[in-house]
């Protein structure tokens, strides 16, 4: 199985920082790499898919970069709304799907 | 808008069968080339892919879960299906539903899901 890391498991950000989320896979992925958004006893929603690609409705402060390996979803000024856990995922040819561990990001 | 809804028992003894399905409304689960999927979340942890099933039948499956996993669809009902079975305490979590929709070209995604379901295995 691929395994996904992500740094750091947790921060503290106040409302307008700019604020960046690193995920890393144990082998290259090409862009085959997603990142959802969790809020408490709430499902994943889509943020980001193909790397970069925002998915529809989402706000254009989320944006993702990154090919290969290392992957990075920044927030450009958080909002009280985006405090929540992210998660990264990745869809490389090789099936499981597999997650990352998970970012908190909660209220400095 | 399509919506995703997961029903089954909450509660499941140690070494049955868990079973859940997942009713999908706002479109037909027949229609365009979707993927459903099944993934689950112990309570204060990460996301496991379960496994998925296209509407002609064929599946694929987590690996550390194969041996027990089933997943099938009713496309009469506008539904599919997980079984899990010899399940233990590990097994405990909360359970979604979800649409998988890409392809060899962008990767595959989890667009929709269901609001979840938690499944307590308990005597």
């Known amino acids: 199985d691929i395994q996904m890391t992500q740094s750091p498991s947790s921060l503290s950000a106040s409302v307008g920082d700019r604020v960046t989320i690193t995920c890393r896979a144990s082998?290259?992925?090409?862009?085959?790499l997603n990142w959802y958004q969790q809020k408490p006893g709430k499902a994943p929603k889509l943020l980001i898919y193909a790397a970069s690609s925002l998915q529809s409705g989402v706000p254009s402060r989320f944006s993702g970069s990154g090919s290969g390996t290392d992957f990075t979803l920044t927030i450009s000024s958080l909002q009280p709304e985006d405090f929540a856990t992210y998660y990264c995922?990745?869809?490389?040819?090789?099936?499981?799907?597999?997650f990352g561990p998970g970012t908190k990001v909660d209220i400095k | 808008q399509v919506q995703l809804q997961e029903s089954g028992p909450g509660l499941v003894k140690p070494s049955q069968t868990l079973s859940l399905t997942c009713t999908v409304s706002g479109g037909s689960i027949s229609s365009g080339s979707y993927y459903w999927s099944w993934i689950r979340q112990p309570a204060g942890k990460g996301l496991e892919w379960i496994g998925r099933i296209y509407t002609s039948g064929s599946t694929n499956y987590n690996p550390s879960l194969k041996s027990r996993v089933t997943i099938s669809v009713d496309t009469s009902k506008n539904q599919f299906s997980l079984k899990l079975s010899s399940v233990t305490a590990a097994d405990t979590a909360v359970y979604y539903c979800a649409r998988l929709v890409g392809s060899s070209w962008y990767g595959y995604y989890f667009d929709y899901w269901g609001q979840g379901t938690l499944v307590t295995v308990s005597s």
């Open positions: 995922q990745q869809s490389y040819s090789t099936l499981p799907f597999t």
């Open positions: 082998q290259s992925i090409s862009s085959y």
